[in-house]
């Protein structure tokens, strides 16, 4: 019976952006920045750092000097739609922090791409990294 229901319903559940799938606070904006790892694409730069859910989440930065409120704000819907349709297919569970470095291609195809690249790249990263940790007995993380 709720099989039935989950079924139709799941696909209108994971493209969904609710709070909890967001940064909101400057602690995790700022946590993104010193301790993830970054690239860059195109337009965008992408930094990452695994979290403790089980789901990805996503901020955005976007300077006055990519253009006016409306601008932004266009970029801004751009980038969390195309998060909302590939948070159930980006690898691991990592903060995601976009900031948008200039207005040059911004159409939603762009941002889709972009932020698909940016997180198998960092992905990458992020298990080269714990590969490496593993092999270095005694190596923790104090935070």
């Known amino acids: 019976?709720?099989?039935?229901?989950?079924?139709?319903?799941?696909?209108?559940?994971?493209l969904r952006f609710p709070r909890r799938r967001r940064l909101l606070r400057p602690a995790q904006f700022k946590r993104a920045y010193r301790e993830g790892y970054r690239t860059r694409e195109?337009?965008?730069?992408?930094h990452a750092v695994p979290n403790t859910c089980?789901?990805?989440?996503?901020?955005?930065?976007?300077?006055?000097?990519?253009?006016?409120?409306?601008?932004?704000?266009?970029v801004k819907r751009r980038l969390r739609e195309a998060f909302r349709h590939l948070q159930q297919q980006l690898p691991g569970s990592y903060d995601l922090v976009i900031t948008v470095q200039s207005?040059?291609?911004?159409?939603l195809q762009h941002c889709t791409d972009a932020l698909a690249r940016a997180c198998r790249t960092l992905h990458a990263r992020w298990m080269k990294r714990n590969?490496?940790?593993k092999t270095t007995p005694g190596s923790s993380d104090p935070a």
Do not use: Q, Y
């Open 1 to 14: 019976m709720m099989d039935g229901k989950d079924s139709s319903a799941s696909p209108a559940r994971w």
């Open 42 to 46: 195109g337009s965008f730069l992408v």
């Open 54 to 74: 089980d789901h990805p989440r996503l901020g955005l930065s976007i300077s006055r000097k990519i253009g006016n409120a409306v601008v932004r704000n266009g």
């Open 103 to 107: 207005r040059e291609s911004t159409s």
């Open 131 to 133: 590969d490496s940790t």
